[in-house]
T-cell receptor
Framework: NAGVTQTPKFQVLKTGQSMTLQCAQDMNHEYMSWYRQDPGMGLRLIHYSVGAGITDQGEVPNGYNVSRSTTEDFPLRLLSAAPSQTSVYFC?????????????FGAGSRLTVL | GQNIDQPTEMTATEGAIVQINCTYQTSGFNGLFWYQQHAGEAPTFLSYNVLDGLEEKGRFSSFLSRSKGYSYLLLKELQMKDSASYLCAVLDSNYQLIWGAGTKLIIKP
């Protein structure tokens, strides 16, 4: 049981480049989400999905796109990278329901935009 | 606005007890979570409180007072492996998680 798998673990981009962070889970979780973590700040929600075909914006969605074509996969796309998007990105999933909101996180993807 | 406050950093001695506080001001309340995050790793779930009182789980306990907007995480018999950041998060009225910036706990021998 792999849990939540994120790739790549590290990435360096130049300003204006685009890329996709991959996230896959094998726990049949309906809820999936993307967070960014910056020094001195709490985790901030970028986008989330409550099931295949359904996505919604979080607190900081600008500059990012997501799609959810299957229950297992939830990729995060950076359309035109900016230095402000330098951060550590975490994908997280959980079962549906309020009390079931115990999140399982991926190992993280450290992105640097030059 | 919504706000979660935790101390930035704490230091404690191996074998001792430490209490990490978390105060919150959120639009509604549907539960409070504590997560542990070792440096360079993913957060992992520690505890969930939705009713007032103390929840004990081995060496870790978590307390909640909804009327005071206050929680603490109590770590007993500290071990070097407890050196990590501890994240407090509140589930608001829209069932969205609001996260504190985390408390970095340093354990000294």
């Amino acid at each position: 049981n792999a849990g939540v798998t994120q790739t790549p673990k590290f990435q360096v981009l130049k300003t204006g480049q685009s890329m996709t962070l991959q996230c896959a889970q094998d726990m049949n979780h309906e809820y999936m989400s993307w967070y960014r973590q910056d020094p001195g700040m709490g985790l901030r929600l970028i986008h989330y999905s409550v099931g295949a075909g359904i996505t919604d914006q979080g607190e900081v969605p600008n500059g990012y796109n997501v799609s959810r074509s299957t229950t297992e996969d939830f990729p995060l796309r950076l359309l035109s990278a900016a230095p402000s998007q330098t951060s550590v990105y975490f994908c997280a999933s959980s079962l549906q329901g309020a009390e079931a909101n115990v999140l399982t996180f991926g190992a993280g993807s450290r992105l640097t935009v030059l | 606005g919504q706000n979660i406050d935790q101390p930035t950093e704490m230091t404690a001695t191996e074998g001792a007890i430490v209490q990490i506080n978390c105060t919150y001001q959120t639009s509604g309340f549907n539960g409070l979570f504590w997560y542990q995050q070792h440096a360079g790793e993913a957060p992992t779930f520690l505890s969930y409180n939705v009713l007032d009182g103390l929840e004990e789980k081995g060496r870790f306990s978590s307390f909640l007072s909804r009327s005071k907007g206050y929680s603490y995480l109590l770590l007993k018999e500290l071990q070097m492996k407890d050196s990590a950041s501890y994240l407090c998060a509140v589930l608001d009225s829209n069932y969205q998680l609001i996260w504190g910036a985390g408390t970095k706990l340093i354990i000294k021998p």
